[in-house]
């Protein structure tokens, strides 16, 4: 049994741009890539927006969420900048990654690399109503650590 698939729109910005692909049928995830024509040099415990080249237009209620490759990640200490980042349904503009190094040691994004991973991702849109009280459960208010080790 198939599933059905969701045709994504896309602007290719500039010439270094690379359409986003996936590593198997089943990946929830979809590479992008840096549009750079020359390296980038990200220093120890700094940050470096990278360019994707790319616009979409995604879906009605759903969002791009930009998560680490976990090569990159594991391998050079590279992640978004904001840990996950959000391109809403409704922006048109430039995908861009802030790719923040949170190792000790200087990392290069090379043209056409691998810095990050979309995944598009469904939400319920909603509309919040202020109240006096809420439904009681069995956790309350309990916070930090309240539901075990």
Do not use: W
């Amino acid at each position: 049994m198939g599933v059905e698939t969701t045709i994504v729109k896309y602007r290719r910005l500039n010439p270094e741009s690379v359409e986003p692909t996936h590593g198997s049928d089943a990946a929830a995830g979809y590479d992008l890539y840096a549009a750079i024509s020359e390296d980038v040099t990200i220093p120890a415990g700094e940050t470096r927006k990278i360019t994707t080249g790319l616009s979409m237009e995604l879906p009605e209620a759903t969002f791009g969420a930009i998560f680490a490759r976990s090569g990159i990640a594991t391998n050079q200490g590279l992640r978004p900048a904001n840990c996950v980042g959000v391109v809403d349904s409704d922006y048109r503009g430039e995908i861009i990654v802030a790719l923040h190094n949170d190792s000790t040691e200087d990392r290069v994004i090379s043209p056409q690399m691998r810095i990050a991973q979309l995944v598009v991702i469904p939400y319920c849109p909603i509309t919040f109503e202020v109240t006096g009280s809420l439904t009681e459960t069995e956790r309350g208010s309990g916070g930090f650590g309240s539901t075990g080790q």
